[in-house]
């Protein structure tokens, strides 16, 4: 059993910083209450996490190659664990924010040598074996995420869902020194700093634009000038990459057509499957009165399915057309997405159940031949860039379908909230968004308490259902992409993946 410490060192990472990308969702309407804040910050603890993965996925994999993966992996663990517990000791959301992102910092170093730890730790069949257990615990963090956070919630309050990260923290870094070898790669040279920080602004800017937009005015003069840095960091971010010797990322790749629609795939598929289960998990806590564990149960009908299609898919659609699975998942998730938005003012948790196992059906279809995709579209030596990009892309598909999606449904509950009983729309918006659905109502006058809990109900009805109309075409526009651009590159290195590398996830470099 000795010989299988070093994936179960490199599982526990992983499961951890999964986990943590879905745990919150359940848990944000008691954070709301326990640190008296508003709906940017609930927005900024999930994207400040994802956006630290995502901007730093790439760099993380290049100082791991020069300094050594097992050092980088174990320095990430440590990073994660000191800031989850300033996470669970946050006093205000500006503070959680702030270790969250942190904690992504921590989480991109782990990420980015997961695989490579794996790989240089096997052999043969054992490799293939290892690989596919830490597939599944990839595809169980995910699917346990909601429900965990809902059982930490509620039996032992929010901030156990950062504690728990402590013992298994610990566990993972003793298993790790024990068993795990160092290795490095010997051609490695320096990190791509430019790079990283114009793509970390980039990002950055963009994120926050998107969110700002829908307090202070898409025209306002903070909001565009947001977008302006945006665009010229990311300006700045081609620049520097076409004009360094070793690039971050190697934008020639995008020449590729099958390449970039597979990246193009992977990011609307973060935005259509999951990026509205912030705001479902709101409604059917705040609105529908459900506790944290049973809000996460209702995730179940798209869990349960995205595990079994993706491991039916992984087993018997081995050698069929990426542009296929993957384009054909994006249809279905964008088909989940809009089934959901038959929800109305009386609906609860069952009517959402249809559209998400179809979405979940759709996750497990598109995400197993994904990252083999991608890097089969490139040639063998920039197989590592390959996975550590469309991780990327991935992860920011996430931040900015929460940002996207949360300006969204902002906008949809003000429409419905203006012109009713309640004379402040703007107002009664922001506590709805923030988990504050009761008090709202317990501060109407008893003559029109009815009415303004029917209000309530149809705003975040409408609110919900422009989120769900939104995933739904931004998925099928992911489809529509990957049609037209997988399968149809010419030239470019086909490079030979082992069919054991699991699909389920992105692939660290």
Known sequence: MRKWLPLTAVSLGAFMLLVDVTIVTVALPDMAKGLHTGFTDLQWVLDSYALALAALLLGAGSLADRFGRRRIYLGGLVLFAGAS?????????????????????????????????????????????????????????AAA?????????EQLGWRWIFFINLPISVLAVLVTVRAVRESRDPQAKGLDLPGLVSFTVAA???????????????????????????AVALLAFV???????????????????SFSGVLAGGLLL?????????????????????????????VLPMSVPAFLVSALAGRR????????????????????????????????????APGLAVAGAGVGLATPAMAAAAMAAVPQRRSGMAGGALNTARQLGNALGIAVLGAVFQAGLERRLRGGV?????GAADALTAGQAGAVIGRAAPGQRAGVVELVHQAFAVGLRDAFLVSGVLGLLGAALVFALV????????????????TGEPVAR
């Open 85 to 141: 517990l300033a996470c669970g000791v946050s006093g205000t959301g500006g503070e959680l924010v702030l270790f969250r992102g942190v904690q992504g910092v921590g989480g991109a170093a782990m990420f980015a040598t997961t695989m490579a730890l794996l790989n240089t730790s096997y052999q043969g069949r054992d490799r293939g074996v290892a690989f596919g257990v830490w597939g599944a615990v990839n595809g169980a963090a």
């Open 145 to 153: 995420g909601p429900i965990l956070g809902g059982l930490l919630t």
């Open 204 to 230: 950055g800017a963009l994120t926050f634009a998107l969110i700002r937009g829908a307090a202070d005015g898409w025209g306002s003069t903070s909001t565009l000038g947001l977008f302006a840095l945006s």
């Open 239 to 257: 620049v520097v990459q076409l004009r360094s010797s070793r690039p971050m990322f190697d934008l020639s790749l995008l020449r590729n057509p």
């Open 270 to 298: 973060s935005v259509a499957a999951f990026s509205y289960l912030v705001y479902t998990s709101l409604w059917l806590q705040s609105v529908r009165g459900l506790g944290p564990v049973a809000a996460g149960l209702a």
């Open 317 to 352: 659609l081995h050698g069929a057309s990426p542009r296929l699975t993957i384009g054909g998942g994006l249809v279905l998730i964008g088909a989940g997405a809009l089934l959901q938005a038959l929800i109305g003012p009386g609906s609860s948790w069952p009517v959402l």
């Open 422 to 426: 309640l004379p402040d729309a703007k």
């Open 487 to 502: 399968g149809r590159a010419r030239g470019g290195g086909e490079a030979a993946v082992p069919a054991a590398v699991p």
